[in-house]
């Protein structure tokens, strides 16, 4: 097992940097936090696979809607092309958006940067794809304007 306490002390300072303790969002797991920005729950992952430790930045966005067709994946796609340091992405049924980088070479500054990405764009995209997509998360219901 690969001693990941140098990328856990980068994170946390990283963490910190927004201005939040890092210790009061540390997860379940050592590698785990899960930081809000508003109303937007980020979390951030450290692991390590096959001789490479991870970092992860996600951002819950929506539920996969169940009629999904393929004009929403192109959405995505299309928006995936405009964006920097991070993705969406699908996973056992929710869609997400996900910056992941190796971590060798790992600074605070750049887990400053991908946290604080990440939440941008979740708080730009996510309003639009649920009223787009979820009407609002009232079934039925059309989209409001």
Known sequence: MADLQHYYDIVEKGIAKIGLDPVKFRGTQDGEWMVMRGEQGIWIDLWHQ????YLQVSALIMDLPDEVGTGFYKELLEINF???GAAFGVHNGKVALVGTRPAQGLDVEEVYAIVLLVGKYAAEFKPKLLKKYLNNGGPGLPPQE
Request: aromatic share 0%; charged share 15%; proline share 0%.
């Open 82 to 84: 405009s964006m920097c």
């Open 50 to 53: 096959q001789d490479l430790t």
